[in-house]
C-alpha cells in the first residue's frame, strides 16, 4: 500500500495488501457485551415459580400412583375428583376468556363431545392398558416413567424460547409415562383414571395456568405457593425424607439458582464488531 493511502474495508479493489490485512482502526468498533441483559432479583425469583409448579404437578402425579398402589386412594374417588376440578377448571378458562374479551370459535356442546369421545376410547382401551406391558419388567416400567416424565420436565413450555422446549413432546412424555404406570396397577378403572388424570395434569392444567397468569398476575405466586404445600403435605404421608429433598430442590430452584444466574452474568465476555456475519434490518 503506498504511503499517504488510507486502508478501506473492501475486497473488490487491489490496494496491494493481503486479503487479511486490517490497519489500526479495525477494532475501533468492538463492542463488548452488547446483548446482556440485567436481572432483577425478585423478578427471577418469580419467574422459577413456573418451574416449581410443573415440579409439583410430576411430584403429584407419581404419589396419587403410589397412593392407588397402595389401595389408600379407590380409583372411583380419583375419577370424581378429576371430574370436579375439570369442570370447575373448565368454568374457569371460560370465565378468563369472557374477561379477557377473546372470541372462541368452540362453543360448550363441541366441548362436551370432545370430553365424552375421550372418555369413551380411554375406559375401552383401558382392559389393553393392563396387559400391555406384561411381558415387561416392573424395574424396567419404573425406569422407562422416570426417564419420561424427566424428559417432561425438561421439554416442558416455561416460556422461554429455546430449542429444547416442545410443548407436544413434554406431553407425549408425560401421557406414557402414565400409560406404563397405568399398566402396572389392579383393574381397569385403576388404568383408566390414571390416564384420565393424567391428562389433566399434564395438558388441561398447565394451559389454566398459562390463561390463570396472563389475565390475573398476582395469581402466579399463590398457585406456586398452594401446589408447594399441598404437594409437600402429601409427600409426607409416602415419605419424610423425600419431603426433605423435595424442599430443598424447592427451595434451590426458587432462592439459589435466581442468584446463580445473576451473579454469572458478570462473567460474560460476548464481542461484536466487524468480523460478524452482515445482518439484513428490515
Same mark, same amino acid.
Given at each position: ?126 382392559? %389393553?392398558?393392563?396387559? =400391555? $406391558?406384561?411381558?415387561?419388567? &416392573? ?5 422407562? !416413567?422416570?426417564? +419420561?416424565? /424427566? @424428559? ?73 405457593? %398452594?401446589?408447594?404445600? =399441598? $404437594?409437600?403435605?402429601?409427600? &409426607? ?5 423425600? !419431603?426433605?429433598? +423435595?424442599? /430443598? @430442590? ?33
Amino acid at each position: 500500500m503506498a504511503a499517504g493511502t488510507k486502508w478501506k474495508k473492501i475486497l473488490y479493489e487491489d490496494q496491494g495488501v493481503p486479503d487479511h490485512y486490517v490497519d489500526e482502526s479495525f477494532l475501533d468498533e468492538l463492542k463488548k457485551n452488547l446483548y446482556t441483559r440485567t436481572y432483577d432479583y425478585w423478578a427471577v425469583v418469580n419467574e422459577s415459580g413456573v418451574i416449581v409448579q410443573q415440579l409439583c404437578s410430576v411430584c403429584m402425579f407419581v404419589l396419587v400412583f403410589l397412593f392407588m398402589d397402595s389401595h389408600v386412594l379407590q380409583p372411583e374417588i380419583l375419577v370424581f375428583i378429576s371430574a370436579s376440578l375439570t369442570l370447575l377448571g373448565y368454568l374457569t378458562n371460560t370465565w378468563l376468556i369472557w374477561q379477557r374479551r377473546v372470541q372462541t370459535q368452540r362453543t360448550f356442546l363441541e366441548d362436551m363431545k370432545t370430553v365424552l369421545i375421550f372418555a369413551g376410547f380411554s375406559y375401552c382401551l383401558s382392559p %389393553v392398558l393392563l396387559s =400391555l $406391558t406384561e411381558t415387561i419388567a &416392573t424395574d424396567t416400567i419404573y425406569a422407562m !416413567t422416570a426417564v +419420561m416424565l /424427566i @424428559a417432561n420436565l425438561l421439554c416442558h413450555d416455561y416460556g422461554a424460547d429455546a430449542q429444547m422446549v416442545s410443548g407436544v413432546l413434554s406431553l407425549n412424555a408425560g401421557l406414557f409415562a402414565s400409560v406404563c404406570l397405568a399398566s402396572r396397577l389392579h383393574t381397569t378403572l385403576h388404568a383408566f383414571a390414571t390416564v384420565t388424570f393424567a391428562v389433566e395434569i399434564f395438558a388441561l392444567w398447565p394451559a389454566l395456568r398459562r390463561n390463570l397468569r396472563q389475565s390475573i398476575q398476582s395469581s402466579h405466586i399463590a398457585m406456586t405457593t %398452594v401446589m408447594t404445600l =399441598l $404437594t409437600l403435605a402429601t409427600m &409426607t404421608c409416602i415419605s419424610i425424607p423425600a !419431603t426433605v429433598l +423435595m424442599c /430443598i @430442590a424447592i427451595v434451590f430452584i426458587t432462592f439459589v439458582c435466581p442468584m446463580l444466574l445473576i451473579s454469572l452474568q458478570t462473567y460474560k465476555n460476548n464481542i461484536h464488531g466487524p468480523w460478524d456475519e452482515a445482518v439484513i434490518q428490515k
